[in-house]
C-alpha cells in the first residue's frame, strides 16, 4: 500500500493537473471567444463605414469607377472582404473579384448570413468560402434601399463584410501551445516540489481545492493565498498570474474594442462633414476663387467656421475623456448660488439676444449655501444653457430658476423651444446623440455638451432629470445639497 506521504503527493499533484487544466482550457476558450468578438465587431464597423460611405455618395451621383476605387482602398487598408448584394441575391460589388467576373459569382441570396440579416437586420457565419477557397468569418447587414433609390446602387440591400480566420486560427493555435507548456512546466515543479513538502501540504492542499473549485465554477476574480514561499505558493501565484492576466487581458480588449468602436462610428462620422466642408472651400479657392475678393471672404469665413466647429468639438472630446477616466480633479465646498447663477446668465446673454430671446433668472429672496465644485458646475449649467439657445426659437423665453425641497436646492432651465419627443428623453444624454442631426449640426451643437453635464451632475452624487411635451418646451433640473 502506498504510504500517506506517496499518497498526499499524487493527490496534490492530481489536484495541481486538474487545476491547470480547467485554468488553461478557460484561458484558451476566453481568449478564443473575445478575438472572435473582436472580429465580429471590426466587420460590423467595415459595414457601417461602407454604408456611411455610401449614404454620403448617393445623393451626389458618384462614378462607379471613383466608388469602386474607394471600396477597394477600405477593403485593402482593413483586410476585410466588402460584397454587396441586391434583394434578389445578385452581387453588385465584390472586393476580392474583378468587375469582369463578377457575373461568374454564384446567388448569395441563401447565404446564412445574408438569410439572418434578411430577417434580423444583421447575421454572422463562419464558413469556407466557395469564391476564394478560404475559411472566413461573415456579417452581412441589411440597408433600407429607398436611401440608395438614386446612388449608383439603386437595388442596394445588403452589405457584407468578411475576413479570413487562418491566421486568427493560426495565433489561437500558438496561444493554446503556450498555455500548454506553461501547464505543463508548472506540473513539473509541482511534481519535485509534492516528494520534498508532501507532510506540510495537507492543511494547504485543502484550502487550496475549496479555492480551485470556485474558480472552476467561474469565480476568477478570486486569488489563491500563499501562506509560504515554498513550491505550493509558487504554484498559487502562478495560477493567480494566470487569473489576473486573463482579467486583465479581458478588461483591455473590451476596452479598447468600446473605444475603437465608439471611435470608428462616433467621431468619424462627426468629423466628416466639417473637414468635407473645409476642403471643399480650399479646394475652390485653390482652384481661382482667391482671385475673387467676395467669394474669397465668404469661403474664407465658412472655412474658419468649420475649423471652429472642429476645434470645439475636439475640446469636448478632450473634456468627456478626462471625466471619464478619472482624471478630472474635482474642488468642492460650499458656495452662494445667486451670484453664481448670475454669472452663468451673463456667459449667455449675448448668444440669447443674437436670436433676440428673453433669458432671465428666478431666484428665492434668501437662498442657502450649496456645495459643490463651482466651476464644474458652471460648465455643466452653461451646456444646459446653451442647448436652449441653440434650439429655441428667435423671441423664446428661457428661464433659470432655483428653488428649495427639503435639504437640497434645486436649479432648473425652462425653455420654449420645440421639446423633445418621448422616445428620445432616455437617450440625450449620450454622446453624439441627436435628435435631429441636421439641425443639430447647423445650430453648432457637438453632441457631447449635455453629456459632459450629466458626468459632472454624477460626480456630485446628483441627477439630472429632463421633462419635455413635444410643442411645450423642456426642462432640465437637478439638485445641489445645501448647508
Request: with cysteine.
Amino acid at each position: 500500500m502506498p504510504s500517506i506521504r506517496t499518497r498526499i503527493s499524487f493527490t496534490y499533484l492530481l489536484i495541481a493537473a486538474i487545476v491547470l487544466v480547467l485554468l488553461g482550457t478557460l484561458l484558451s476558450l476566453e481568449f478564443e471567444r473575445s478575438l472572435r468578438e473582436r472580429i465580429v465587431a471590426e466587420l460590423k464597423t467595415t459595414s457601417l463605414v461602407v454604408h456611411s460611405f455610401l449614404l454620403e455618395t448617393a445623393p451626389k451621383r458618384a462614378w462607379m469607377q471613383e466608388t469602386r476605387k474607394t471600396l477597394e482602398i477600405i477593403a485593402s487598408t482593413t483586410s476585410i472582404r466588402i460584397t454587396l448584394i441586391d434583394g434578389e441575391g445578385t452581387v453588385l460589388f465584390e472586393s476580392a473579384v474583378p468587375d469582369s467576373m463578377k457575373h461568374l459569382l454564384a446567388n448569395h441570396l441563401q447565404r446564412p448570413e445574408v438569410q439572418r440579416a434578411l430577417k434580423r437586420g444583421e447575421g454572422t457565419d463562419v464558413r469556407m468560402s466557395e469564391t476564394i477557397g478560404l475559411e472566413m468569418m461573415y456579417h452581412a447587414h441589411r440597408v433600407d434601399p429607398v436611401q440608395f433609390e438614386q446612388s449608383i446602387f439603386p437595388r442596394l440591400r445588403f452589405i457584407r463584410s468578411g475576413i479570413p480566420l487562418s491566421e486568427v486560427n493560426s495565433h489561437i493555435a500558438t496561444i493554446r501551445l503556450k498555455i500548454t507548456i506553461a501547464a505543463f512546466l508548472v506540473f513539473l515543479v509541482t511534481l519535485v516540489a509534492s516528494r520534498i513538502v508532501a507532510r506540510r501540504v495537507t492543511d494547504p492542499i485543502a484550502k487550496m481545492s475549496a479555492d480551485v473549485a470556485r474558480i472552476k465554477a467561474g469565480e476568477i476574480d478570486i486569488r489563491l493565498p500563499i501562506q509560504s514561499d515554498d513550491e505550493i505558493a509558487k504554484l498559487a501565484e502562478l495560477i493567480n498570474e494566470m487569473t489576473t492576466k486573463l482579467r486583465d487581458d479581458i478588461a483591455q480588449l473590451r476596452k479598447l474594442e468600446r473605444y475603437r468602436t465608439e471611435f470608428l462610428g462616433n467621431v468619424s462620422h462627426e468629423l466628416r462633414t466639417p473637414i468635407f466642408s473645409l476642403k471643399g472651400y480650399l479646394e475652390t479657392l485653390l482652384d481661382g476663387a482667391i482671385d475673387d475678393s467676395t467669394v474669397r471672404r465668404s469661403f474664407l469665413e465658412k472655412a474658419y467656421h468649420h475649423a471652429s466647429r472642429l476645434d470645439t468639438l475636439l475640446n469636448d472630446l478632450i473634456e468627456i475623456s478626462r471625466i471619464e477616466s478619472g482624471q478630472m480633479k474635482f474642488s468642492f465646498r460650499f458656495f452662494e448660488v445667486q451670484p453664481f447663477l448670475k454669472e452663468v446668465i451673463a456667459d449667455h446673454q449675448h448668444a440669447s439676444q443674437r436670436k433676440s430671446q428673453d433669458l432671465r433668472c428666478e431666484l428665492p429672496d434668501e437662498a442657502p449655501l450649496v456645495y459643490g465644485d463651482r466651476d464644474r458646475l458652471r460648465q455643466a449649467l452653461g451646456n444646459i444653457i446653451d442647448n436652449a439657445i441653440r434650439y429655441s426659437p428667435e423671441g423664446a423665453s428661457i428661464v433659470v430658476n432655483a428653488g428649495r425641497s427639503d435639504d437640497t436646492l434645486v436649479i432648473s432651465v425652462h425653455d420654449s423651444g420645440p421639446g423633445i419627443d418621448p422616445i428620445h428623453l432616455s437617450r440625450i444624454f449620450e454622446r453624439f446623440y441627436r435628435i435631429d442631426q441636421d439641425r443639430s449640426r447647423e445650430a453648432g451643437g457637438t453632441g457631447l455638451g449635455l453629456a459632459i453635464s450629466k458626468h459632472i451632475v454624477e460626480a456630485h452624487g446628483q441627477k439630472i432629470v429632463v421633462e419635455s411635451t413635444p410643442g411645450s418646451g423642456s426642462t432640465f433640473s437637478f439638485h445641489l445639497r445645501t448647508s
